[in-house]
């Protein structure tokens, strides 16, 4: 079974400067498809960028951006220009491109405290 | 346009007790996927549904069942309640069962047994 790590239980940033949430994954299979959520206080969980295996190319969303290394099995994801708005729980996800069913596998989750 | 819905947004049970969250979908989407979060932890997969069949179930008991409906909305029953059963519950919609569709998630339902 595929595994995520978020080995960083809490970070803190401070308003506009840049912080780098790593995770890792486990998976034997060539195509999947890597996702960052954001989940606020609020508890509703919000989509902040994915990332197909078979694009080199790291996906970039505004301030978001990942380092995805597929051979090291490393989805990084870089916020810069830290708002106050970034703060939540970030969650890693992956889901693979060959099973017929929307199972996602997510990590442990990140706390970012953003300082003013 | 709505987003996902879930009712209600918060439920206490005592142990043994039954219990039946809803989730209606963003129109237009077939698939409705159930997530518990335990606190602390990230979500754990417990069902899809597409097109009123289960598509996919995760490592769950049988207390867990789930169920959608013509409209595409779609109801999780849990019996039997344990206090380990305590948990965001959270409903995902997708337009459909398979691919590189978006999942958009509900605010949840926080359920608390006792």
């Known amino acids: 079974a595929q595994t995520v790590t978020q080995s960083q239980p809490e970070m803190s940033v401070q308003e506009a400067e840049t912080v780098t949430l790593s995770c890792t994954y486990d998976t034997s299979e060539s195509d999947y498809y890597l996702f960052w959520y954001k989940q606020p206080p609020s508890r509703q969980m919000i989509l902040v960028i994915r990332?197909?295996?078979?694009?080199?190319q790291n996906a970039t969303e505004n301030r978001f951006s990942v380092n995805f290394q597929k051979a090291a099995k490393s989805f990084s994801l870089k916020i810069s220009d830290s708002q106050l708005g970034d703060a939540a729980m970030y969650f890693c996800a992956y889901r693979s491109a060959y099973v017929g069913f929307n199972k996602f596998y997510f990590g442990s989750g990140t706390k970012l405290n953003v300082k003013p | 346009d709505a987003g996902v819905t879930q009712s209600p947004t918060h439920l206490i049970k005592t142990r043994g007790q039954q219990v039946t969250l809803r989730c209606s979908p963003i129109?237009?989407?077939?698939?409705v996927s159930w997530y518990q979060q335990v606190l602390g932890q990230g979500p754990q997969f417990i069902f899809q549904y597409y097109e009123k069949e289960e598509r996919g179930r995760g490592n769950f008991p049988d207390r867990f069942s789930a169920r959608q409906f013509p409209n595409y909305s779609s109801e999780l029953n849990v019996n039997a309640l344990l206090l380990g059963d305590s948990a965001l519950y959270l409903c995902?919609?997708?337009?459909?069962?398979?691919?590189?569709?978006?999942?958009?998630f509900g605010p949840g339902t926080r359920l608390t047994v006792t």
């Open positions: 995902a919609s997708s337009l459909a069962g398979q691919g590189n569709y978006e999942q958009y």
């Open positions: 990332q197909e295996a078979y694009k080199q």
């Open positions: 129109s237009g989407h077939k698939s």
